[in-house]
C-alpha cells in the first residue's frame, strides 16, 4: 500500500482550471462539490485556478477544463496558449461546448446588438469584441461537460475517470429518457413548449420535473430530428416563431448547422 | 556594450533582482517584469504584472508613475463583451430571466429576481406573500454561498499570507471545512428552492413551478440551525483579523428595508439621505462608457458612491439582526465606516443576519399555487434588488405582445467600479509618500479591490496590472 502511494503522489496529474469571457458559474460549479473537494484536490496538482489561487502555472497541463465562450482576441491568444500546453483539454461548460447566450448574437443584427448597449460611444474607440463561439470552432477539445451550469456529479465522474485512466464517456440520450424514468406527466401534453426530444440528457431532467419546460442547456442531439421535431411542436400549436428562438438559446451554432445540413444534400 | 552592462550592477540592480526573486516566491510572472533596453530607462523600468488572481472575473488595472508621483489609474474590465442587454431584445418576457440569469454565476438569483420583478412591475402581475417569501430566500441562499466563498476562498488567504485557500488545508482545515460548510448550505437553499445550484429555473413570472414541500422545509431548517454558530465563529475570525488604516470618503446606497423584504423590494437611500425611487434610478445614476473598458461606469448624482455590504451596514444598521449587532459591537467601530477592507467584516457579520433570517423565512406553510399564467401588456419595469454585491437593477421595456424592445441592466460591480479605482488611486499615493517596494504596493492594491469583492463577469475576467513608471 505504501509503495503504491509513493507512486501516486509522485504521478500527481496536473491540473489546470482556466476561464475565458463567460459567467464563472462552470468553475463554481467545480468548486462546488463540497463533500470530496478536498479529497479529489488531494490527489491532483492544481497548477491553475486563477479565481481561487494566487500562483498559476501555465505550463504542461495534463488535464485541462476551459469554461467559457472565445469572445475578444485575448481569449483566443489564451485559448490556443493553452491548448499547446495541455494534454487533454475539456469544455466545461454550456458557453465553452456550444456558445450558449452570447452566441445568439450569430442570428440578430450584430451592429444592433452592440449598439443597444454602446450606444453613446464612438465606434473606432470601442473595444470591438469577436461574436462568441465555442472552444471546438479554433481549437480541438477532447472532451465536453455540457450544461448551463453542468452537473457537478458528472465533473465529480469525468474527474475521477480520468484519475483512473478511463477513458469517460459521453451521455447521448434525449432528455425524455431521464424525464419518463422519474414518471414525470409530459409537459408537452399540458401545452408547455418543452424541447425536451430534441435535446441532449444527462441533466437527471431537472427542468420537466419541477414542471419547466427543457430549454436544451445540454446541447441538441447529434442525432436530432429536427423537421419532426418541429413538426410535432407546429401540431401543438405553439408559435414557430418563438420555438426557433427557444431552440435557439444556448445552442445556435449547432442550429445553423442542422438547418444548413439538408440543403447540402440538395445540391 | 561592456560600459552599459557594468552600469546595471548598480545597486538598483540588486534591488531589482532581490524583487525580482520576491515576486517569484509570491507567484507574478518574472516575464512581467520587462526591462526596457533603452539606455534612459535602465534606471526606472517599466513593469508589467499581468496577474491578479482571486477575482471574479476579468479586469485591468494600468498604473502610471513619474517618480514618486502617480500620474494615471484605471480600472478596467477586459472580458469579451456579451451584449446582453442587446440579446434580450426581441425576446418574449418568458425568456428573459433564463438570458439574463447567465450574465453572472455567483449572483445568478439576484439576476433572475430583479428580471423577474421589472417584468411583473411592467405588465402589471402581482404576486404572492409566499413567492415573495421564496425569492428572498433563494437571495439569501445565494448569499450565504457568495459571502463564504468571498471571505474563506478569496479573501482570507491574504490576510494570512497563503497563496490560496486550499495551501492553507495544512493549517487551517477547520476553517476550510467550515467554508466548504457553508458554501453547501447555501447551494443546499438555492438548489431545493430553485432548482439547479446556479442559474435557477423554478421562478418564473407571477409564481413558482415547483414549492419545497415540508419535509426539505425542515431539513434546511436544520441545516440553518446547524449553521449559526460556524456563521458566528466565521464573523470571530474576520473580527479578530488586523484591517489595514485607509480612509476613503464617499456616499453609500442601499435599499430601505422598511418594508416587508429588505432584499428584494424597497426604495433606495443613501447615507447623503437621499430617498430614490427605483423607477427613478437614471435621473441619479449616470452611467458612462470608457474607451479602456467593457462595463460601464456610475456615479450617483455626480458623487462617488459604493454599495455592498458596507453600504448596507452603513445605512441600515438598525435591521440588523441581534446577534449580527452584538458582533458588529465586539468590532468596536464607529458608523459611518470609511474604510473598504471593512466590507469583509462587514460581510461576515452579514452572514450571520442571513442565516437567522432565512431560518425565520422558512417557518411557513409553502403549498403549490398551481402554475402561474401571465397576461402580456405594454409598459415600463424597473426593479432594484440588494444582489450580494449590492443593488442591481433591472430595467425593461416591452410591446403588447410581451417582447422586449429596451433592456438597462446596471451591475453592483458596474456601480464600484469608479469608487475602487478612486480608492486606489489613493492607496498608491499614500504608499509612495511612504515610499513602500513595489511588490508590497501591489499586494496592498490587490487586497483593496478585492475587499470589494468585484465581480468582473457581471461585467468583465482577472484582473491584469499594466505599471508603467516613466
Given at each position: 500500500m505504501k509503495k503504491t502511494k509513493k507512486a501516486s503522489k509522485a504521478k500527481k496529474p496536473r491540473v489546470g482550471i482556466q476561464s475565458i469571457t463567460g459567467c464563472a458559474g462552470c468553475q463554481l460549479s467545480l468548486y462546488f462539490i463540497e463533500d470530496v473537494l478536498l479529497e479529489l484536490f488531494d490527489k491532483?496538482?492544481?497548477?491553475?485556478?486563477?479565481m481561487i489561487k494566487g500562483k498559476n502555472e501555465e505550463e504542461n497541463y495534463d488535464i485541462l477544463f476551459v469554461e467559457g465562450s472565445v469572445s475578444s482576441k485575448e481569449d483566443l491568444e489564451n485559448l490556443l496558449k493553452w491548448r499547446k500546453q495541455a494534454k487533454f483539454l475539456i469544455a466545461l461548460g454550456a458557453c465553452a461546448s456550444h456558445g450558449c447566450m452570447q452566441s445568439m448574437k450569430h442570428m440578430m443584427h450584430e451592429e444592433e446588438v452592440e449598439a443597444a448597449v454602446y450606444?453613446?460611444?464612438?465606434s473606432d474607440k470601442r473595444l470591438k469584441p469577436i461574436t462568441a463561439v465555442p472552444l471546438h470552432k479554433h481549437v480541438q477539445v477532447d472532451f465536453y461537460i455540457p450544461g448551463?451550469?453542468?452537473?457537478k456529479e458528472e465533473i465529480e465522474r469525468v474527474l475521477k475517470w480520468l484519475l483512473q485512466g478511463i477513458k469517460p464517456r459521453v451521455y447521448d440520450k434525449a432528455v425524455c429518457h431521464e424525464c419518463s424514468l422519474k414518471e414525470n406527466y409530459c409537459l408537452l401534453d399540458q401545452g408547455i413548449e418543452c424541447l425536451g426530444p430534441l435535446m441532449n440528457g444527462g441533466c437527471k431532467a431537472l427542468c420537466p420535473d419541477y414542471n419547466h419546460p427543457c430549454t436544451g442547456c445540454r446541447g441538441?442531439?447529434?442525432?436530432?430530428n429536427l423537421k419532426s421535431g418541429k413538426e410535432i411542436l407546429r401540431d401543438k400549436g405553439f408559435d414557430p416563431d418563438l420555438m426557433i428562438k427557444r431552440m435557439t438559446k444556448y445552442n445556435t451554432l449547432q442550429f445553423m448547422e442542422f438547418e444548413s445540413k439538408p440543403k447540402e444534400e440538395k445540391k | 556594450m561592456r560600459v552599459s552592462l557594468r552600469k546595471r550592477k548598480s545597486k538598483n540592480d540588486k534591488n531589482k533582482i532581490f524583487e525580482f526573486t520576491k515576486a517569484k516566491l509570491l507567484g507574478l510572472?518574472?516575464?512581467?517584469?520587462v526591462v526596457s533596453n533603452k539606455k534612459q530607462d535602465l534606471k526606472m523600468p517599466s513593469i508589467n504584472l499581468n496577474h491578479i488572481c482571486k477575482v471574479e472575473g476579468h479586469g485591468s488595472l494600468h498604473v502610471e508613475i513619474k517618480g514618486s508621483k502617480l500620474i494615471k489609474c484605471k480600472l478596467g474590465t477586459v472580458e469579451g463583451a456579451r451584449f446582453f442587454e442587446g440579446i434580450v431584445k426581441g425576446k418574449r418576457h418568458d425568456d428573459v430571466q433564463e438570458i439574463t440569469s447567465r450574465i453572472c454565476g455567483i449572483c445568478s438569483c439576484a439576476h433572475t429576481v430583479a428580471s423577474l420583478q421589472a417584468l411583473e412591475n411592467a405588465m402589471g402581475v402581482k404576486v404572492s406573500e409566499q413567492t415573495r417569501r421564496l425569492r428572498e430566500l433563494l437571495s439569501i441562499g445565494e448569499r450565504i454561498r457568495s459571502h463564504a466563498t468571498h471571505l474563506y476562498?478569496?479573501?482570507?488567504p491574504d490576510y494570512l499570507g497563503y497563496e490560496s485557500a486550499l495551501a492553507m488545508v495544512s493549517k487551517y482545515k477547520k476553517e476550510v471545512l467550515r467554508a466548504l460548510h457553508l458554501i453547501k448550505l447555501g447551494n443546499n437553499m438555492v438548489q431545493r428552492i430553485?432548482?439547479?445550484?446556479?442559474?435557477?429555473?423554478?421562478?418564473?413570472i407571477g409564481g413558482f413551478t415547483h414549492v419545497p414541500d415540508k419535509k426539505t422545509v425542515k431539513y434546511l431548517q436544520a441545516e440553518l440551525k446547524k449553521a449559526l454558530p460556524e456563521a458566528i465563529s466565521t464573523a470571530k475570525l474576520f473580527l479578530k483579523l488586523k484591517q489595514p488604516k485607509f480612509e476613503a470618503e464617499k456616499d453609500y446606497l442601499a435599499l430601505n428595508p422598511?418594508?416587508?423584504?429588505?432584499?428584494?423590494s424597497g426604495d433606495l437611500i443613501s447615507l447623503s439621505s437621499l430617498n430614490i425611487k427605483p423607477a427613478e434610478y437614471d435621473k441619479f445614476i449616470d452611467e458612462e462608457v470608457m474607451p479602456y473598458s467593457t462595463a460601464k461606469f456610475s456615479k450617483l448624482n455626480g458623487k462617488l458612491f459604493c454599495v455592498g455590504s458596507l453600504a448596507r451596514i452603513n445605512t441600515?444598521?438598525?435591521?440588523?439582526s441581534p446577534t449580527a449587532k452584538q458582533l458588529f459591537k465586539q468590532a468596536k467601530l464607529e458608523l459611518p465606516?470609511?474604510?473598504?477592507?471593512y466590507n469583509n467584516l462587514m460581510q461576515a457579520i452579514e452572514l450571520v443576519h442571513w442565516v437567522e433570517r432565512g431560518y425565520a423565512l422558512l417557518d411557513y406553510d409553502f403549498r403549490f399555487e398551481g402554475l402561474p399564467k401571465v397576461k402580456a401588456r405594454r409598459g415600463r419595469g424597473v426593479s432594484a434588488v440588494e444582489a450580494p454585491r449590492g443593488i442591481l437593477f433591472h430595467d425593461y421595456t416591452i410591446n403588447e405582445k410581451g417582447v422586449v424592445e429596451k433592456c438597462n441592466i446596471i451591475t453592483p460591480t458596474a456601480q464600484n467600479l469608479r469608487a475602487i479605482e478612486d480608492d486606489v488611486r489613493l492607496l498608491i499615493e499614500q504608499m509612495l509618500k511612504q515610499k513602500k517596494k513595489k511588490y508590497k504596493i501591489i499586494l496592498e492594491v490587490e487586497k483593496l479591490i478585492r475587499a470589494y469583492d468585484p465581480?468582473?463577469?457581471?461585467?468583465a475576467h482577472f484582473l491584469k496590472v499594466k505599471w508603467v513608471k516613466k
Open positions: 491532483i496538482e492544481l497548477v491553475a485556478a486563477p450606444n453613446k460611444f464612438p448551463c451550469p453542468p452537473d441538441m442531439l447529434d442525432d436530432a | 510572472k518574472i516575464k512581467d517584469f476562498f478569496l479573501a482570507l430553485g432548482g439547479k445550484e446556479m442559474h435557477p429555473f423554478t421562478s418564473v422598511e418594508k416587508d423584504s429588505p432584499l428584494i441600515n444598521y438598525d435591521k440588523l465606516i470609511h474604510n473598504p477592507y465581480c468582473f463577469s457581471c461585467s
